[in-house]
């Protein structure tokens, strides 16, 4: 009975944003926020229903059109429900509430085209995770990626276009990658269903088609969720966009990029002894480098909304050595920190936006001092910033001691990547509030008149509205969630072999250190660059030199042209190979 | 399965790449990446050739005649779809910005640089 149900999780949302399209200049003003809130809500609560089954009764698959799979060949194209996978969808669904609660009236005009646009990103993200068929899973990429560009370029001005245009371009080669790797996949295996593909592959030995077939998958997936060298769109994307898409964007669009990977590479590419060499050696350095180097770009931007781009990269590079790992402590690592990352980034994104409603501006130096009479959004911002440091509170901690538990085997280089991608990102917020909130840090001078662009967002709407989202998904991100790793230890069970019914293995338990080692680094470093001029002077010069080196190496990299942006892309692509040789 | 059309789509796929990357006007560029996208046409419609086969409609023709592959057929239709879309929108965005801003070069048109401090 259930089971029949399963494709209303995206024709849903999809027939809802179609009727919305047709009605909406006869509905009163607020009538698509109450539908969109409430769609996003039910779709969120449908697919919790559907996960809680799918952990008790095992993971429910539906064929569409009865295409059920016959004399062992699988032609139908259907959606596997496993806990994990309609787990995220029910946070997906969550964000997008919040989400949309945030934009209630952001957007004056009548036609709802921003409520038909997320419905639609929202149905591709969902089917996204729950399709069991590679072409399927091409599919929802692409009207993930095309809702998305619409979104970014939303507001139709000079900045939002142009990193629209960077986002379509690289995302576009993206899809052409992973349209490319399904073609060589499925001329080996002649199917494209999951399972089945699971098995040509385990059979097939060393075979150069899939070996190329998962680079091209693997590429494909890690444009789309930022990784090292295929990152540079997301900030241009992310710090254009208008603040309740780059919520979805940032907590959301990029994580399920990454359980994509993973969910391919556990159960198409799992028995590939290639695919695992390019994953426990390569794919975890990128994950070390992106933490880093997305690090130190967050801590040097003083375009907040852009900061907290560079931060999602960081992030991403940690859920990506989780990935990476391939093993049940990573997965569930993973899983904790998709939906803790996912659910502070949000709140700090609102943040973004109410600085951008109330104060017209997100330049850190700009704002100095000005957050005073919006002190709520200060402590908010405050413990989202103690949270992305790695304070020991809720599933983003969670999640990072799992990391680092599964990266213990990789070595120390892993965990000081992780460490130092993690303090980096909570100094920069720490420091910007700091700066912002509390007046600290030397006056800016000159300084203040930023080169950045000024932009403001619709200024009237109530503070309590655009904080109470803010604040609620920092209530969930705090929320111990030790109880639930049984959980999620089976959830990740069954998403590394659908079949077995054996019990999970338990999590290994995890020490306080790393988290304070963390969270202690963050604030030290938030300090030292707010009192920078109380420090000796020889020291300052000192290391300021140094920083200055990197950083105008970082920038020149990160130049803003899109062609830059695809070579990268070709480079990475041919490092790939490069790996392959030493195989 | 002759080896031709894996070079075909190899090389276009390229070429377009070289074009996107050089490129100095964004309807150049929307045109280059359409050719990148055309090389995925031809390798899944190489994939699913067969010699000697008829197309896969079997109206006029025994059940079982051998015929080509109709699932990478679907895919590439899909695909011309997506493609139709996208080309569109990146037009449509292009033609925003030329209209905003008097230029379609990307050199001119960098999105916002955060500066550091």
């Given at each position: 009975?259930?089971?029949?149900?399963?494709?209303?999780?995206?024709?849903?949302?999809?027939?809802?944003?179609?009727?919305?399209?047709?009605?909406?200049?006869?509905?009163?003003?607020?009538?698509?926020?109450?539908?969109?809130?409430?769609?996003?809500?039910?779709?969120?609560?449908?697919?919790?229903?559907?996960?809680?089954?799918?952990?008790?009764?095992?993971?429910?698959?539906?064929?569409?059109?009865?295409?059920?799979?016959?004399?062992?060949?699988?032609?139908?194209?259907?959606?596997?429900?496993?806990?994990?996978?309609?787990?995220l969808a029910a946070f997906v669904g969550l964000l997008f509430a919040a989400a949309f609660v945030f934009a209630w009236g952001y957007f004056d005009e009548v036609h709802a085209h921003f409520h038909v646009l997320m419905l639609l990103f929202l149905a591709a993200m969902v089917g996204f995770c729950l399709t069991r068929d590679l072409f399927n899973l091409f599919v929802w990429f692409e009207v993930m990626s095309v809702s998305a560009f619409a979104l970014t370029a939303y507001q139709l001005e000079t900045p939002s276009l142009s990193g629209a245009l960077n986002f379509t371009v690289t995302n576009s080669v993206a899809a052409f990658m992973m349209l490319g790797g399904v073609g060589l996949i499925y001329a080996r295996a002649g199917v494209l269903d999951f399972e089945a593909l699971g098995k040509v592959v385990a059979g097939a030995g060393h075979d150069p088609v899939i070996a190329g077939a998962f680079c091209l998958l693997a590429g494909a997936l890690m444009i789309k969720g930022a990784i090292l060298p295929f990152h540079f769109w997301l900030s241009d994307a992310h710090a254009v966009a208008p603040?309740?898409?780059?919520?979805?964007?940032?907590?959301?669009?990029?994580?399920?990029?990454?359980?994509?990977?993973?969910?391919?590479?556990?159960?198409?590419?799992?028995?590939?002894?290639?695919?695992?060499?390019?994953?426990?050696?390569?794919?975890?350095?990128?994950?070390?480098?992106?933490?880093?180097?997305?690090?130190?770009?967050?801590?040097?931007?003083?375009?907040?909304?852009?900061?907290?781009?560079?931060?999602?990269?960081?992030?991403?590079?940690?859920?990506?050595?989780?990935?990476?790992?391939?093993?049940?402590?990573?997965?569930?690592?993973?899983?904790?920190?998709?939906?803790?990352?996912?659910?502070?980034?949000?709140?700090?994104?609102?943040?973004?936006?109410?600085?951008?409603?109330?104060?017209?501006?997100?330049?850190?130096?700009?704002?100095?001092?000005?957050?005073?009479?919006?002190?709520?959004?200060?402590?908010?911002?405050?413990?989202?910033?103690?949270?992305?440091?790695?304070?020991?509170?809720?599933?983003?901690?969670?999640?990072?001691?799992?990391?680092?538990?599964?990266?213990?085997?990789?070595?120390?280089?892993?965990?000081?990547?992780?460490?130092?991608?993690?303090?980096?990102?909570?100094?920069?917020?720490?420091?910007?509030?700091?700066?912002?909130?509390?007046?600290?840090?030397?006056?800016?001078?000159?300084?203040?008149?930023?080169?950045?662009?000024?932009?403001?967002?619709?200024?009237?709407?109530?503070?309590?509205?655009?904080?109470?989202?803010?604040?609620?998904?920092?209530?969930?991100?705090?929320?111990?969630?030790?109880?639930?790793?049984?959980?999620?230890?089976?959830?990740?069970?069954?998403?590394?072999?659908?079949?077995?019914?054996?019990?999970?293995?338990?999590?290994?338990?995890?020490?306080?250190?790393?988290?304070?080692?963390?969270?202690?680094?963050?604030?030290?470093?938030?300090?030292?660059?707010?009192?920078?001029?109380?420090?000796?002077?020889?020291?300052?010069?000192?290391?300021?030199?140094?920083?200055?080196?990197?950083?105008?190496?970082?920038?020149?990299?990160?130049?803003?042209?899109?062609?830059?942006?695809?070579?990268?892309?070709?480079?990475?692509?041919?490092?790939?190979?490069?790996?392959?040789?030493?195989? | 399965?002759?080896?031709?059309?894996?070079?075909?789509?190899?090389?276009?796929?390229?070429?377009?790449?070289?074009?996107?990357?050089?490129?100095?006007?964004?309807?150049?560029?929307?045109?280059?990446?359409?050719?990148?996208?055309?090389?995925?046409?031809?390798?899944?419609?190489?994939?699913?050739?067969?010699?000697?086969?008829?197309?896969?409609?079997?109206?006029?023709?025994?059940?079982?005649?051998?015929?080509?592959?109709?699932?990478?057929?679907?895919?590439?239709?899909?695909?011309?779809?997506?493609?139709?879309?996208?080309?569109?929108?990146?037009?449509?965005?292009?033609?925003?910005?030329?209209?905003?801003?008097?230029?379609?070069?990307?050199?001119?048109?960098?999105?916002?640089?955060?500066?550091?401090?």
């Amino acid at each position: 009975m259930l089971t029949q149900l399963i494709p209303l999780v995206v024709v849903g949302p999809m027939a809802i944003a179609a009727a919305l399209l047709a009605l909406a200049h006869v509905l009163p003003r607020y009538v698509p926020d109450v539908i969109a809130i409430a769609t996003a809500l039910g779709l969120s609560a449908f697919c919790g229903l559907l996960g809680a089954y799918a952990l008790n009764h095992g993971p429910l698959t539906y064929w569409f059109g009865g295409w059920t799979p016959g004399r062992g060949v699988v032609l139908g194209i259907g959606f596997g429900v496993d806990p994990a996978s309609a787990a995220l969808a029910a946070f997906v669904g969550l964000l997008f509430a919040a989400a949309f609660v945030f934009a209630w009236g952001y957007f004056d005009e009548v036609h709802a085209h921003f409520h038909v646009l997320m419905l639609l990103f929202l149905a591709a993200m969902v089917g996204f995770c729950l399709t069991r068929d590679l072409f399927n899973l091409f599919v929802w990429f692409e009207v993930m990626s095309v809702s998305a560009f619409a979104l970014t370029a939303y507001q139709l001005e000079t900045p939002s276009l142009s990193g629209a245009l960077n986002f379509t371009v690289t995302n576009s080669v993206a899809a052409f990658m992973m349209l490319g790797g399904v073609g060589l996949i499925y001329a080996r295996a002649g199917v494209l269903d999951f399972e089945a593909l699971g098995k040509v592959v385990a059979g097939a030995g060393h075979d150069p088609v899939i070996a190329g077939a998962f680079c091209l998958l693997a590429g494909a997936l890690m444009i789309k969720g930022a990784i090292l060298p295929f990152h540079f769109w997301l900030s241009d994307a992310h710090a254009v966009a208008p603040s309740p898409v780059s919520v979805i964007f940032s907590g959301a669009m990029v994580s399920v990029g990454l359980f994509a990977l993973l969910k391919l590479a556990l159960q198409v590419f799992g028995a590939s002894a290639d695919s695992r060499f390019l994953m426990h050696g390569l794919f975890i350095g990128l994950g070390c480098a992106t933490s880093v180097v997305g690090g130190l770009m967050a801590w040097g931007q003083r375009h907040l909304k852009r900061m907290l781009a560079f931060s999602t990269i960081a992030h991403l590079g940690i859920m990506l050595i989780a990935v990476a790992t391939l093993s049940a402590t990573g997965v569930a690592g993973f899983l904790f920190y998709a939906v803790g990352h996912g659910l502070v980034k949000g709140a700090l994104f609102m943040i973004m936006g109410i600085l951008l409603a109330t104060k017209a501006s997100v330049d850190e130096l700009d704002l100095k001092g000005l957050g005073k009479d919006i002190w709520p959004a200060g402590i908010a911002m405050g413990l989202g910033g103690l949270l992305l440091g790695g304070g020991p509170l809720g599933a983003l901690d969670t999640g990072t001691r799992l990391v680092h538990a599964a990266a213990i085997a990789i070595g120390p280089l892993a965990t000081a990547a992780i460490v130092l991608g993690s303090a980096l990102t909570g100094a920069a917020v720490l420091r910007a509030t700091g700066r912002i909130f509390l007046n600290l840090g030397p006056d800016p001078g000159d300084e203040a008149e930023a080169p950045s662009q000024k932009d403001q967002e619709k200024a009237d709407r109530p503070l309590w509205l655009m904080l109470a989202p803010c604040l609620l998904l920092l209530l969930l991100a705090i929320v111990p969630v030790d109880g639930a790793k049984l959980i999620v230890a089976r959830m990740a069970g069954v998403l590394a072999s659908p079949r077995s019914a054996d019990g999970a293995p338990p999590l290994p338990g995890t020490s306080l250190v790393l988290p304070c080692l963390s969270i202690g680094l963050a604030i030290i470093i938030a300090l030292l660059d707010l009192f920078r001029e109380r420090l000796p002077r020889p020291l300052v010069s000192a290391t300021a030199g140094g920083t200055q080196i990197i950083f105008r190496g970082l920038k020149v990299l990160h130049s803003g042209l899109v062609g830059d942006y695809v070579v990268w892309i070709v480079i990475g692509l041919a490092t790939f190979s490069i790996a392959f040789a030493f195989h | 399965m002759s080896v031709l059309p894996w070079l075909v789509a190899a090389w276009l796929f390229g070429v377009g790449v070289y074009g996107v990357a050089t490129s100095r006007n964004f309807i150049h560029l929307i045109g280059c990446l359409s050719v990148c996208q055309s090389s995925t046409y031809v390798l899944l419609l190489s994939l699913g050739y067969r010699w000697k086969a008829v197309a896969p409609i079997f109206y006029d023709h025994p059940p079982g005649t051998l015929a080509v592959d109709p699932v990478v057929q679907a895919l590439v239709l899909t695909d011309i779809v997506v493609g139709a879309t996208i080309t569109a929108l990146l037009l449509a965005m292009a033609l925003r910005v030329d209209a905003k801003h008097g230029t379609l070069d990307p050199q001119e048109l960098r999105p916002l640089q955060g500066e550091g401090h």
